[in-house]
């Protein structure tokens, strides 16, 4: 993954290769930039997703995992700390070779042909905190 | 709806709880903070949604309203003032518990897990003038 | 096309009219205003666009034209310069009457109602390069 810095707007560009895995390496990416806030927004190619969809009544996600070339429609999210780890929390859609779109919480996305990703820091660091009528983690100050 | 200014970037995330209606709450937002222009892009999970379609031939918007459990996968939209008040046009996208997906002129949003709203303030004042050819009212100076 | 110009986010806001061609118009305003970088997010009206899923076997776009009026749910993409010429790079999600939900990389939209395009500057001039494993051109330093 490559990264492009803009110093007049303060926003970064970031390009993911096919074989990278996405969440994974905007993880490290976190980590490694020290980043405490930013919002992410981002186009491409998919070789593999993992979408989430959140069960309010059993409280708990489902996951489906889509092996197929997909385009990478819109996907966007922020990052906040918890327990000293990055957690981006991001949604999107993606759609098929039909032109049709799927969509969802996006746990896992195999870069297929490229990742590009505009990232707007923020200064504050936030974080998660559990929510118990939801049953998830939900943004809130550390 | 708690709200997260960080003066560094100039942006704000405001996240919403579990019940409250997201399109009022932005205009309330708006008028207690006399925004002036805004653009936002939104991520969260809703219980429902009143869809709009404009039918350029009827010049006029079907409405649909939706009461199922969905993932935002991304709102996006602006401010404008419209005689006096708050008027967001948001666009965007939900999907399904089988992660298809649903899309259009957003109306309502109910609330249904957490709304995590990104928005950028702009420090000009648009508002919106009738326009005849497509009967619908288009963002324009004062 | 008209547009807004914001001195103190630095973002503008483009506002396109009914029978304007979007990607078009999108290319001459980079080279009218020599942006250096942009991403973009946009939203509103469309009358028909033609998009594109990119076939990783056969290493090549298969396009499809879509003759219909349509919301746009949500575009995003970002400005580089190829040959000297301004190359938007969009992907994006459009819905039916039914609200059903249409996507991929965004090669023509044709203006239906209106446009709204949310326009964040870059200072960095980007170009793109063929890359021979994906045979696509990548964003890449000139």
Not at 93 to 121: A, M, N, P, Q, W
Request: glycine residues 12%.
């Amino acid at each position: 993954m490559k990264h492009f810095v803009d110093p007049p707007s303060g926003t970064q560009l970031l390009v993911f290769a096919k074989g990278e895995e996405l969440m994974a390496g905007l993880a490290s990416f976190a980590r490694d930039q020290a980043l405490a806030g930013a919002w992410v927004d981002i186009v491409g190619g998919a070789a593999a997703v993992t979408l989430g969809f959140f069960d309010p009544s059993a409280r708990e996600y489902r996951w489906r995992r889509f092996e197929e070339p997909l385009e990478i429609t819109g996907l966007h999210g922020n990052l906040s700390w918890v327990d000293g780890r990055p957690t981006w929390h991001v949604h999107g859609t993606f759609s098929r070779s039909d032109y049709s779109v799927l969509g969802g919480h996006v746990k896992e996305c195999l870069i297929g042909l490229t990742g590009e990703v505009f990232l707007t820091s923020r200064g504050d660091r936030l974080t998660r905190v559990h929510d118990d009528e939801t049953g998830l983690k939900l943004l809130s100050r550390p």
